[in-house]
């Protein structure tokens, strides 16, 4: 059972690496949908997770990188922080700096988003069920940032009223 669970777990972990942002991006939208009625700390971890794991595919999939390569560089950037991943993926895709793309509110919120996901997975604990939602919504707008920046279908539609 353990050695079928490591091989699971490497399996997903290749197959991820390999994936064009495209299909990781369908599969983001897809466990995004089911967190939706989740509480705050799930929706929190659910979306933080979706930044990190789009940037590491954009910088992965960077244009002008050889697929067959993607493997290699999804090591070197397996373990990097979620912060320098976004930067990093929007510099490599011809956007601006994080807190000038998203906004320095937005972007000054997704950082405390990373810490807070961070103290809720690896310390056991809970926020104010009032704190998350403007930590989710900055994670959601970097996200879209994102997703604009690579030319991706857009996540979420955002009201007109936010476009202006």
């Known amino acids: 059972m353990l050695d079928e669970l490591r091989d699971e777990l490497d399996q997903l972990r290749r197959t991820y690496a390999m994936s064009k942002p495209s299909a990781?991006?369908?599969?983001?939208?897809?466990r995004l949908s089911r967190a939706e009625g989740e509480s705050g700390p799930t929706r929190l971890i659910t979306t933080v997770?979706?930044?990190?794991?789009?940037?590491?595919?954009?910088?992965?999939?960077?244009?002008?990188?050889?697929?067959?390569?993607?493997h290699f560089r999804y090591q070197q950037v397996r373990n990097k922080q979620p912060?320098?991943?976004?930067?990093?993926?929007?510099?490599?895709?011809?956007?601006k700096?994080?807190?000038?793309?998203?906004?320095?509110?937005?972007?000054?919120?997704?950082?405390?988003?990373?810490q807070a996901r961070n103290l809720v997975v690896h310390e056991?604990?809970?926020?104010?069920?009032d704190k998350y939602p403007p930590m989710v919504g900055a994670a959601e707008r970097v996200l879209e940032a994102m997703v604009e920046?690579?030319?991706?279908?857009?996540?979420?539609?955002?009201?007109?009223?936010?476009?202006?």
């Open 24 to 30: 990781r991006l369908a599969a983001i939208r897809q």
């Open 97 to 114: 700096l994080p807190a000038e793309q998203v906004g320095t509110q937005a972007w000054e919120l997704f950082e405390l988003a990373v």
């Open 49 to 70: 997770s979706a930044v990190e794991a789009l940037a590491r595919s954009l910088v992965v999939h960077a244009p002008g990188r050889p697929p067959a390569t993607a």
């Open 149 to 164: 920046v690579a030319g991706l279908l857009r996540v979420v539609e955002r009201p007109a009223a936010a476009r202006e």
């Open 124 to 129: 056991c604990t809970t926020l104010g069920q």
């Open 83 to 95: 912060l320098d991943l976004v930067e990093e993926a929007l510099r490599l895709h011809g956007g």
